[in-house]
């Protein structure tokens, strides 16, 4: 089993940068996948970012991409998700998931999922 914990949500405006945390704990961390999903209003859980236990193996959705960093730390079983150039569109529930495979964006391809923090980005 491994539990994720997510923290760093917040309300902020557009243009604002956010850093999302989620703190890992239970089975071998470093053999995860960690990656981020997050679902807004009446809309369906999509992914956000990925990587692998491996450095340089890092997967965004197009949305994202220039404005969103995925890192982890394994030494303190933590994965980040640094987010830039906020939009309103990014508001959302955002979720810290862990699998086997980085290249997964499917929801029922990741094993394990946080509670959850809220992304409010108003414009």
């Known amino acids: 089993q491994v539990q994720l914990v997510e923290s760093g949500g917040g309300l902020v405006q557009a243009g604002d940068s956010l850093r999302l945390s989620c703190a890992a704990s239970?089975?071998?961390?470093?053999?995860?996948?960690m990656g981020w999903f997050r679902q807004a209003p009446g809309k369906e859980r999509e992914f956000v970012a990925a990587?692998?236990?491996?450095?340089?193996?890092?997967y965004y959705t197009d949305s994202v991409k220039g404005r969103f960093t995925i890192a982890r730390d394994n030494a303190k079983n933590t994965v980040y998700l640094q987010m830039s150039s906020l939009k309103p569109e990014d508001t959302a529930v955002y979720y810290c998931?862990?699998?086997?495979?980085?290249?997964?964006?499917?929801?029922?391809?990741?094993?394990?999922w946080g509670q959850g923090t809220q992304v409010t980005v108003s414009s």
């Open positions: 998931v862990a699998g086997p495979d980085s290249r997964s964006r499917g929801v029922n391809e990741y094993d394990y």
């Open positions: 990587m692998g236990w491996i450095a340089g193996s890092t």
């Open positions: 239970g089975r071998t961390f470093s053999r995860y996948a």
